[in-house]
């Protein structure tokens, strides 16, 4: 009985702190930019690794108003840190498609690849919703690592 209630309160502490995050202030698309800038600079300065641990951390300056920074490898897909859905990471979402038949995960990586950063447009549900909105993920590729980052809006 313990241990159903521990996993109760873990899965409401999430779906409060999920409704929090979603509910607040809407994040721009300068501040997208900024902080997928700002993502790629601590990548560049600490390493792959500790950028995640930092970006994942609890308050970290990549999580703000109803958005977040993701990072990705740019040659598997493969998501390297996900603070909103942690379950996430270590999965890639190649050929992922949208509600149109769009695989706009490759188009992350493409966008990564070549120009090195951009916006991608496609369809989303947003969280706790089940019909897909328009959303545009901004992505940027930290300079000399096959790492970028990603925040994205729903418009």
């Known amino acids: ?20 995050l979603y509910a607040a202030e809407k994040a721009t698309k300068e501040e997208c930019v900024a ?36 990072l990705f490898n740019i040659d598997t ?23 149109n038949g769009k695989m706009f995960y490759n188009e992350f990586l493409i966008v990564a690849k070549n120009p090195g950063e951009g916006w991608v447009n496609y369809m989303w549900p947003k969280p706790g919703e ?9 992505i940027y590729r930290v300079p000399g690592e096959n790492v970028a980052a990603m925040a994205g809006i729903y418009e």
């Open 77 to 99: 897909g493969v998501t390297l840190a996900h603070p909103a859905n942690p379950v996430m990471i270590g999965k890639s979402n190649v050929g992922l498609k949208d509600i």
């Open 130 to 138: 089940t019909t897909p909105s328009p959303k545009a993920s901004y």
């Open 1 to 20: 009985m313990k241990k159903s209630f521990k996993i109760a309160l873990i899965l409401l502490s999430m779906i409060f702190a999920l409704s929090y």
């Open 35 to 70: 902080k997928c800038k700002e993502a790629a600079e601590l990548v560049k300065k600490v390493g792959v690794d500790a950028a995640i641990k930092k970006i994942m951390e609890k308050n970290s300056p990549f999580v703000w108003k109803d958005t977040y920074v993701v």
